[in-house]
Structure formats: C-alpha cells, structure tokens
C-alpha cells in the first residue's frame, strides 16, 4: 500500500493504493469506511484505489486492505490537521 503515511490539512484529498492479485477490502481503524470513501479499481496494474475528498478530522486514523482470506495486506496512517489561519505581518 502506498502511501505508508500521509499528513493533510482539513479539506485536502487522500488517495490510497493497494496492489493486489486476488480482491481486496478496505478497512479504516478495524472497521467499516467512512461513508464518503470512493473505491475503485485499475485492472491494468493490479491495483485498488481508496479516495476521499475534502477531508477532516474523522478521517483521521489506520486504514487497510485485507486479500481474500482475511488477512492484512498493509497498513497506512492518515494524519488530518486543522487549516491554519495565517496572519500576514505587519510592515511599516
């Protein structure tokens, strides 16, 4: 799975990758996706795609994907971060 880790600020996408031969389910910490995660699916390249836009702090946690049997294929860290409200100085 790629990427491992991923740090976003409140309102960014987040896209996760999973190669993997046999089908796959995602879960996001040991239980069910949030209600707004996009799954797809690239034949081409083996490859299962998780997407989420606009995130904010629910989103925030471990998300994975499980082959067939159940067991963990990998793992990756979502850390989402308040917007920053910044200040430009003042200048005489």
Known sequence: MYPLRTKLIAGQS??????????ITWTF?????PGDAIENFDS????????IQNVSKDHHGIYECHNRKNEQISSSTLEVFGKCACIKPVVD
């Open 29 to 33: 910490e040991g239980g069910p996706l």
């Open 44 to 51: 081409f390249g083996s490859t299962y795609v998780l997407k």
């Open 14 to 23: 987040f896209t996760l990758y999973c190669v993997s031969y046999s089908e």
